[in-house]
């Protein structure tokens, strides 16, 4: 079946630093891809998204890039701080489901910790 | 901003109760939600709803259902609750575009003794 999935489950990284989160996806029709953080104790927020169109997308101090050759998007976080430190999903979604609007598949997370 | 309010953030139920969780969510939003979060597992949708009294099932229907009696409502029902339905349920909701970021509640941990 279709995967969403992540490189690594988990990532430590000093304060300050920068920080990059991988996710890998095996649909090559996927056409629109979500990244969401996790705060102990919250439900997962919306950071950005990208759609297949682009290869870039910046936001407030975060980047995503996707490269639809080898299937893999990835989140960068630039001078991470402590509050950054949360488990980070990507989601994609793709028009040949063949599934009601709005379903996305998540990958497992990544939980990223950021140390002072 | 949208804002996904589910009724409770922790429950605590017997096994065989009829269980209801709910879901409130005032953006207006066509789709909405329910999935579970498991440690290892990730998110695994149960039931979608794109319309009122409209649901499909996700990946893990079985031990429940849903009612969507209203737009901004959507209902998770554990029919009979078992041990093994103990977890964190979360619920989302989105416009009835494709391609749109879905909008999470906080959550309900839900434990069945």
């Known amino acids: 079946g279709e995967s969403v999935g992540l490189h690594l489950p988990t990532l430590s990284v000093q304060e300050g630093d920068n920080s990059i989160i991988n996710c890998a996806y095996s649909n090559s029709a996927s056409d629109y891809f979500i990244w969401y953080k996790q705060e102990s104790g919250k439900g997962p927020q919306f950071i950005i998204d990208?759609?297949?169109?682009?290869d870039k997308r910046q936001g407030q101090r975060v980047t995503v890039l996707l490269n639809k050759t080898v299937k893999h998007l990835s989140l960068q976080i630039a001078a991470t701080q402590p509050g950054d430190s949360a488990v980070y999903f990507c989601?994609?979604?793709?028009?040949?489901?063949?599934?009601?609007?709005?379903?996305?598949?998540f990958g497992r997370g990544t939980q990223l910790t950021v140390w002072p | 901003d949208v804002k996904v309010t589910q009724s409770s953030r922790y429950l605590v139920k017997r096994t065989g109760e009829k269980v209801f969780l709910e879901c409130v969510q005032d953006m207006d939003h066509e789709n909405m939600f329910w999935y579970r979060q498991d440690p290892g597992l990730g998110l695994r949708l149960i039931y979608f709803s794109y319309d009122v009294k409209m649901k499909e099932k996700g990946d893990i229907p079985e031990g429940y259902s849903v009612s969507r009696e209203k737009k901004e409502r959507f209902s998770l029902i554990l029919e009979s609750a078992s041990t093994n339905q103990t977890s964190m349920y979360l619920c989302?909701?989105?416009?009835?575009?494709?391609?749109?970021?879905?909008?999470f509640g906080d959550g309900t941990r839900l434990s069945i003794l």
């Open positions: 990208i759609r297949s169109n682009m």
């Open positions: 989601a994609e979604t793709s028009a040949d489901r063949g599934s009601t609007l709005g379903r996305l598949y």
């Open positions: 989302a909701s989105s416009p009835g575009r494709r391609g749109q970021p879905q909008h």
